[in-house]
């Protein structure tokens, strides 16, 4: 696994776009209860106001697209900062994932994020979540990264999970197969597209 540090002041902090968020399901009803007094799952309590949204943080430019620092162009290849929004009542856990839409490469896949948690700081992994392999053999985040002189488009996608995954899922599963299992178990997601050319 790579180890990247981000360095402070390192990425200027450019305010959240509008994003196109979509929801397979939704519910501003009372929170679910765990099945077992025993049982520690966090879940999402708050009731939504609007749309599960995923929206930019740190990492894009004014027009929504990525930074350099945040491709292979950068020997730091840091992960963005993205922003939850309107998790759906009775979420056990969220997951995240991006994909290349030009050549169907999976960049991301990460899982085990709190349903409590407002998003992800730039190329810093929240506490609990944790890095499942990827299309480029790695079990991190790699950035884009295509061809010279051209532009290719990235989705990433935001996952509320109602049942949290096994500690296991992922570990011998190609990553086509784990992103595969999310977009089966996943109750709702939500997603934004984000551009980037190689100079």
Known sequence: MKHRFLVPGAIA???PL??????SSSSSGPALSTSSPSA???RATAVPTGPFALGRGEGFDASGAFLSLMTCDSPHD??????FKNV???TAELALSMVDLNNHKIHWLQVGLPATAPGTKAHILTPGARELLN?????TYDGPCPPTGQTHRYQLTLYALRTPLPASFGRDTAPSQALEQLRSHADATAVLVAPYTRK
């Open 135 to 139: 299309d480029l053999g790695e079990a």
């Open 40 to 42: 520690v799952v966090s």
């Open 88 to 90: 759906p009542v009775g």
């Open 13 to 15: 902090l450019v305010a």
């Open 18 to 23: 509008a994003t196109t968020a979509c929801s």
């Open 78 to 83: 840091f992960s963005p900062a993205l922003t």
